[in-house]
């Protein structure tokens, strides 16, 4: 965070140092890639103030080194709340019809199924019955569809607690299951073409932003959030794959460096979302110290249960407050902000139902965990002024899924960063002749996958109706308040438009897009 503080001559010197020192850079490393990566040494000192800091983490206020030298101390905290009771008991339906496409196929293998927590054996507190009483319009409306719900704050759909079962997370960890092939890449391709903003990877790296004219440019930087976060999440996952892997020959589970070469250090920009999505959740944490602790975490109605609980919290909180440097009044400014936040809401809400199309039972358990996660924490950072998280006026504004849910993918992100270092230990192990061996197995596999098709599969098209029925929902509200509002609402959603049909049209021509697009892996 120094660096903010230097001339920007000096900047400029840095900026050189660091593309050669470290992919930890503003620029993307478009060279040896796998090299950067793998030889990077992460700091685990206690305090930066001694480090050669490599500069802050882009949209943020934080750099690198103070997300990895905290991450110990935050992992052994994490991994001792996410045992407590009150953390390791889910309720979720994961049979809900996909509402997208038809066939979305299932995962016969054995790694797939997972054993539900009979209800007698959850505190009576938390069983469905208890919870369909608490009142779900504390903020907002309420938006009913069967067997969920969102109401306006929401940036997720949520189930209703009527049906679904409970899941003990200690028992179903998040690792690699087989889930792989056609139906893994769709879910993937349909989280980043036809759910997002027009923002690609490749588009990302070069600059070049889906728009048509220069007065939408203060929207950029909303739409390079989103990307973020969902590239964020998409690391998180594969690298958790690759650490937990299935020896088909031994039977036995470990690290897979090849999957992590292939997945994720052959694309350093992608570590880079992770430690950002790592950043955005400690912020949201850190704005809900009031909330947390006053929360009944208590399950068994022993007191010690909700003390120890309360001080891994406290623990855990003062490592937010001081690593969670994330900007949020910094978004969604401007005439229009209220129709971008719209927006932004709709597609996340998109990628939290297409979990509901996941073949493979533990993939979708994690995959809706981790997208009501990630979206608890933007409504904690957008949606909630300090009177909204004062638990003295507010109590309810979080349901007790999203809490598990977003202290579990806190924890998930934490556990990745940890999982690196445990592949470049095993890198280093390797002698030249194999590591050479390995970076030239990468370079012919990722560059022999399929780029994707500019074409949106008819499977899919339904997936923007969901989108355009919440945009005219917000569109009404922005004209019930305002004609010139309105008009700006309209003016700038056709402009959005224009943009992504620009892109397509510029990616059937030019056929360049290699992101995510080309390795999307299995969930």
Known sequence: MRLLLLSPFALLINVSVRAERSFLSDTFVRKDQVQHVMDYEPVKIPSCQNAVLTGPIE?????????????????????????????????VDLYRQCPFWVDHGSCANEGCAITTVDESDIPEKWRAAALSKVDPDSIDTRHELPGCYYRDSDYCFLDDNT????YDLQLVPERYTGYSGHDARRIWKSIYEENCFGLSESG?????LPLVSAADTEQCLEKKVYYKLISGLHTSISTHICHEYLNQTTGEWGPNLNC????????????????FNTIVMLRAVARLEPYLAAFDFCSSG??????????????????????????????????????????????????SRIMDCVGCDKCRLWGKIQTTGLATALKILFELDENALNPRTNRDFLHRAEMIALFNTLFRFSESIRAVDDFRREWKELDEAESRKLIKETE???????KPSPHVDEKYRTIPLL??????????????KSTIGCAGAVWDTLRSWMGQTFTLFEKFNLHKERGPGANYGEL
Not at 204 to 208: A, D, P
Not at 260 to 275: D, G, M, T
Not at 444 to 450: C, E, G, H, L, Y
């Open 59 to 91: 949209t943020t206020l934080c750099d690198y080194e103070t997300v990895e030298s905290m991450n110990d101390n935050l992992l052994s905290n994490l991994s001792d709340l996410v045992r407590m009771p009150f953390f390791r008991y889910f309720q």
């Open 163 to 166: 049906e679904g079962d409970y």
């Open 204 to 208: 990302l790296l070069s600059g070049k």
């Open 260 to 275: 992590f070469i292939s997945r994720v250090a052959a694309y350093p920009e992608r570590l880079q979302h992770l430690y």
């Open 302 to 351: 022993k007191a010690e249960d909700d003390v120890e609980t309360q001080d891994c919290l406290s623990k855990i909180v003062r490592i937010a407050k001081d690593a969670g440097k994330f900007d949020e009044s910094a978004l969604f400014r401007g005439e229009n902000a209220n129709v971008l936040k719209e927006e932004f809401k709709a597609h996340f809400r998109n990628v």
């Open 444 to 450: 012919r596999t990722t560059s022999a996958r399929p």
């Open 467 to 480: 989108t355009m029925r919440l945009w005219f929902s917000s569109l009404f509200k922005a004209c019930q």
